[in-house]
């Protein structure tokens, strides 16, 4: 059963013309936000503990655009599994979603290696990264050595 914010169970149908998504409440869970038509929104909150974990990246520019968009990101887990993300809002008709970029991690703990390419072609590098938190990254201005 899907339920929302409310709590009340979602077996009406409703008309709807676009979606947002990100985590509302920083919990590390993915909630969705829709635009109904000629009704209000309908908030959609991801509650599930399941145990696994995850990384929120927020990005911030200063050689490039303010919020990063267009950052190319890639982790690499402990167990050598691999991650791309691309930081960006597009997602449905009229909306605009979170920025920030959302890692599930399962059951891994950290990162080995945060990396990533801003629009201005620096490249960062984070290592060991732990789980389970926001993370905000500010663009340096130049690469650092590697």
Do not use: M
């Not at 911030?60 to 968009?69: E, H």
């Not at 990396?115 to 389970?132: F, M």
């Amino acid at each position: 059963d899907v339920t929302a914010a409310s709590g009340a169970p979602l077996r009406k149908l409703q008309a709807a013309r676009g979606a947002a998504f990100g985590d509302l409440n920083n919990d590390g869970f993915v909630d969705i936000v829709i635009n109904c038509n000629n009704a209000p929104p309908l908030v959609l909150e991801n509650s599930a503990d399941n145990g696994n974990h995850w990384l929120l990246v927020n990005t911030i520019g200063t050689v490039s655009n303010r919020d990063g968009i267009g950052a190319r990101i890639r982790i690499i887990l402990p167990d050598g599994r691999r991650q791309y993300a691309i930081v960006s809002t597009a997602s449905s008709y009229l909306s605009s979603s979170d920025k920030r970029v959302h890692f599930g991690l399962g059951s891994e703990r950290s990162v080995t290696l945060l990396e990533i390419t801003w629009p201005s072609g620096i490249v960062q590098r984070l290592k060991n990264v732990p789980a389970d938190r926001l993370l905000t990254v500010r663009e340096p201005s130049s690469s650092p050595a590697p």
